[in-house]
């Protein structure tokens, strides 16, 4: 079925929360940055999303389909995924800066995700007929570019750092679509706390291969670990669960496109948090990419209604 109106209006309500949210992991992640391992950022956050989600899972009656997913290869994969995300999103961060990584996740949600949707899914093809649609994805991409090529506001993407450039908006892309494609059949809270608490479990494993090692994840001060703990329940529980309510709402590609607002919170806290201003082009970019979704963004993106009971998932939350 189509969204109505109040519906559609619900989901962009939602899906620009969770834009801010997300665009506030940045703000968390260099405050933290100073005194706090780069293993216990990456680590730490996964944690205290998924056992929140893993609460709330329960609270809701998921609490099998939570326990049902640990022995699922699909589940593991997006483990794998969510891992991918965070660890080329903090290097991101820590290299080329907030406004950066923002356009290159933004380029994940708004070019990627649409393509793998209908690629893989075979989903929504009909858009790629539409002028309006290929012109915001071509705007996306060029905002994303003017950005990356005329930012660096902390430091420029060279070296190894260059691989970050085609891993971070792949991996936001697969963890989201294959996560939201999931959820028609298995309750989005029990997803998500299976995800990052695999994801947590599996950066554990790897801490002492990581920058900060192991011993780091024992070392913070009690302003660290409050940040550490917010930064969790803000961007790894409240943003992503806003964000697919949203996709129950109105759809993926919608709610993905929507989420060209991250970058424009980042460019404001940025600024006016951090400090960081960005050259005139690397702000340049921002707008253009932000037009580039606006385009993206007409037209119908239908919703699908989860199905739990039919396949002997948890009851709906």
Not at 299 to 313: E, F, L, M
Request: charged letters at 5%.
């Amino acid at each position: 079925m189509v969204p109505g109106s109040r519906g559609r209006s619900a989901a962009i309500l939602l899906a620009t929360v969770a834009a801010f949210l997300w665009a506030t992991y940045y703000v968390f992640v260099l405050w933290l940055a100073p005194s706090t391992s780069a293993s216990t950022v990456l680590i730490g956050p996964f944690l205290v999303g998924g056992g929140l989600f893993a609460l709330y899972a329960v609270a809701k009656g998921q609490g099998a389909a939570f326990c049902r997913l640990w022995t699922d290869p699909a589940a593991w994969l997006r483990i794998l995924c969510a891992v991918g995300m965070q660890i080329s999103t903090l290097a991101a961060t820590y290299t080329a800066g907030p406004i950066d990584t923002s356009l290159l996740a933004l380029i994940g949600d708004v070019v990627v995700a649409p393509i793998v949707l209908m690629l893989l899914y075979l989903e929504g093809r009909d858009r790629l007929r539409s002028r309006e649609f290929i012109a915001g994805l071509s705007l996306s991409v060029v905002g994303g570019a003017l950005t990356i090529v005329g930012g660096h506001a902390i430091a420029p993407i060279a070296g190894w750092a260059v691989l970050i450039l085609p891993v971070l908006p792949i991996s936001v892309a697969l963890y989201f679509v294959t996560t939201a494609r999931a959820a028609r059949s298995v309750p989005i809270s029990a997803l998500n706390a299976q995800a990052f608490l695999g994801a947590g479990i599996v950066l554990l494993v790897l801490s002492p291969a990581l920058p900060g090692g192991a011993s780091g994840l024992w070392t913070l001060s009690i302003t660290s670990t409050g940040l550490l703990v917010a930064l969790g329940a803000v961007t790894f529980f409240l943003a992503p669960l806003c964000y697919f309510l949203a996709v129950e709402k109105a759809g993926l590609i919608l709610t993905a496109l929507l989420m060209a607002s991250i970058p424009v919170f980042t460019l404001a806290l940025s600024v006016g948090v951090l400090g960081i201003v960005p050259t005139l082009l690397g702000a340049l970019g921002v707008p253009v990419a932000l037009l580039g979704a606006i385009f993206a963004i007409q037209g119908n993106h239908p919703p699908w209604t989860p199905d739990y009971g039919s396949r002997g998932g948890a009851r709906a939350g």
